[in-house]
């Protein structure tokens, strides 16, 4: 069975940076659809970028586009999302999830596994 974990969160300051990690276990990478989501204090869980498999299909929120860069690794099964430009609405926890490689979206409810989480604060 497929496991994520996520790592590379921190604190930073307006305009830094940070990239995120996402390893993955149990399962060839290359079969399945990975997306990155993000839940702040009191608020849902909002999509911020996935990928395909082959890494040939991105997609981000209007919110993080410009931004944020979605990329994978198969080989070493990971995948990562570097954050520039950071904002303090970035401020959340953020997680990987995957899917079996049928679809490609930023609707939660499509993602069958999930990591822990790994928070993200973003203040000066």
């Known amino acids: 069975q497929l496991q994520l974990v996520e790592s590379g969160g921190g604190l930073v300051q307006p305009g830094g940076s940070l990239r995120l990690s996402c390893a993955a276990s149990g399962a060839p990478l290359g079969y399945y659809t990975i997306g990155w989501f993000r839940q702040a204090p009191g608020k849902g869980r909002e999509g911020v970028s996935c990928i395909g498999s082959s890494g040939g299909s991105t997609t981000y929120a209007d919110s993080v586009k410009g931004r944020f860069t979605i990329s994978r690794d198969n080989a070493k099964a990971t995948v990562y999302l570097q954050m520039n430009s950071l904002k303090p609405e970035d401020t959340a926890v953020y997680y990987c999830?995957?899917?079996?490689?049928?679809?490609?979206?930023?609707?939660?409810?499509?993602?069958?596994?999930w990591g822990q989480g790994t928070q993200v604060t973003v203040s000066s």
């Open positions: 999830a995957a899917v079996h490689a049928y679809t490609s979206n930023l609707f939660a409810g499509n993602y069958r596994y």
